[in-house]
């Protein structure tokens, strides 16, 4: 091999461990998910879909990037381009297998420490074993592989395919427990809903306890403009009309609007803050009630 083309075999490896760990903490993330939804710890709480996606794309924009260039790599060595002993390729690949090696003992310090907290759950094993079975068959690979004294191409064959095929399972389960960009657009568009119901709700308490009556009407609050509310919260973001007002006593009113999607459902991540504003799909009336203060 030439000593122009180390800079070439070096950035090939820098990018594989780079998109390697890219895709590997996303699979980990996915699996981790998948965990928390078919084994559920009794105090687990939901915290929204972000991760998950965020996990999704990783998997879909790293893997192709990994195994591209880990596959023009082997080539290389292959056509002489680049040799099976260069310096790049033992350092980076050693590095590889610094990295795995550090997550399994770590896994397994975890697993340890957590027995004898006496932590036995399904759910805390299933991660452990899954954090340790992606290191594992990362370090499994690269330190079989750097012992070759020539690339066996049966080998390198056996660990494309059967990885791809587990990523592939773990990237499609994933689509199992994730909503549709449409849900999440109506979901994104409820939240903006509540947040504003929420301000109106506390600009009526603070209009009641300024005046001692509730407001006739939103444009009253708007007027006066109570907690220095803006215009487009009274404003529907996804039909662009006032959210509908009700009095329906000297100290109860209702606040109306349709809504795009449910948060009834208890499972429901992107509502868990909003506990109090709970709604079904379709148009609502939630009733409130003014909160005094004592001055």
């Given at each position: 091999?030439?000593?122009?083309?180390?800079?070439?075999?070096?950035?090939?490896?820098?990018?594989?461990?780079?998109?390697?760990?890219?895709?590997?903490?996303?699979?980990?993330?996915i699996?981790f998910?998948?965990?928390d939804?078919?084994?559920?710890?009794?105090?687990?709480?939901?915290?929204?879909y972000?991760?998950?996606?965020?996990?999704?794309?990783?998997?879909?924009?790293?893997?192709?990037?990994?195994?591209?260039?880990?596959?023009?790599?082997y080539?290389?060595i292959?056509?002489?381009?680049?040799?099976?002993?260069?310096?790049?390729?033992?350092?980076?690949?050693?590095?590889?297998?610094?990295?795995?090696?550090?997550?399994?003992?770590?896994?397994?310090?975890?697993?340890?420490?957590?027995?004898l907290?006496?932590?036995?759950?399904?759910?805390?094993?299933?991660k452990?074993?899954?954090?340790?079975?992606?290191?594992?068959?990362?370090?499994?690979?690269?330190?079989?592989?750097?012992?070759?004294?020539?690339?066996?191409?049966?080998?390198n064959?056996?660990?494309?395919?059967?990885?791809?095929?587990?990523?592939?399972?773990?990237?499609?389960?994933?689509?199992?427990?994730?909503?549709?960009?449409?849900?999440?657009?109506?979901?994104?568009?409820?939240?903006?809903?509540?947040?504003?119901?929420?301000?109106i709700?506390?600009?009526?308490?603070?209009?009641?306890?300024?005046?001692?009556?509730?407001?006739?009407?939103?444009?009253?609050i708007?007027?006066?403009?109570?907690?220095?509310?803006?215009?487009?919260?009274?404003?529907?973001?996804?039909?662009?009309?006032?959210?509908?007002?009700?009095?329906?006593d000297?100290?109860?009113?209702?606040?109306?609007t349709?809504?795009?999607?449910?948060?009834?459902?208890?499972?429901?991540?992107?509502y868990d803050?909003h506990?109090?504003?709970?709604?079904?799909?379709?148009?609502?009336?939630?009733?409130?009630?003014?909160?005094?203060?004592?001055?």
């Open positions: 091999m030439k000593d122009e083309n180390l800079p070439k075999l070096a950035f090939y490896y820098c990018l594989a461990l780079v998109t390697l760990a890219i895709g590997s903490i996303s699979t980990g993330i699996l998910e998948l965990i939804k078919f084994f559920p710890l009794i105090s687990y709480e939901y915290y929204g972000s991760g998950l996606k965020g996990a999704i794309s990783g998997i879909a924009i790293a893997f192709p990037i990994y195994y591209y260039t880990t596959r023009n790599i080539q290389g292959h056509n002489q381009e680049f040799s099976i002993g260069a310096g790049p390729r033992k350092w980076l690949t050693y590095l590889i297998i610094l990295i795995s090696s550090i997550v399994m003992i770590g896994s397994l310090i975890g697993l340890l420490n957590n027995f907290d006496g932590e036995t759950s399904t759910n805390f094993l299933l452990v074993f899954s954090v340790l079975g992606i290191s594992s068959i990362i370090f499994g690979f690269y330190f079989t592989d750097i012992k070759k004294k020539e690339i066996d191409n049966r080998f064959r056996l660990y494309f395919y059967s990885s791809l095929a587990l990523v592939l399972v773990i990237f499609i389960s994933a689509f199992l427990i994730i909503e549709s960009p449409t849900e999440a657009r109506n979901k994104k568009i409820d939240q903006k809903t509540i947040s504003d119901l929420d301000m709700n506390r600009a009526v308490d603070e209009f009641y306890n300024d005046k001692k009556v509730l407001p006739a009407t939103l444009k009253d708007e007027i006066e403009k109570y907690l220095y509310m803006e215009f487009n919260q009274f404003i529907d973001p996804d039909t662009g009309t006032y959210y509908e007002y009700k009095v329906i000297d100290k109860k009113f209702e606040l109306c349709d809504f795009l999607s449910s948060n009834l459902d208890s499972d429901n991540r992107s803050y506990s109090s504003w709970k709604h079904d799909k379709g148009y609502q009336c939630i009733s409130r009630r003014v909160s005094e203060w004592n001055k």
